[in-house]
């Protein structure tokens, strides 16, 4: 095998790597930011403020 050849590899083999690791950073962040804005940003205070009152 040529230094050629193996170069291409290398670069070709860092290259999917680095998109794998994208990727799967931006779908770790998505979800994150999607489980976040889903949360109740009051932590459900309200809900325990009327249960209370009732």
Known sequence: MGKD????LITILLIAAIGIGLWCGLKWFGETASNNASDDPTGGYEQRVEDEAE
């Open 5 to 8: 050849f193996k170069k291409t």
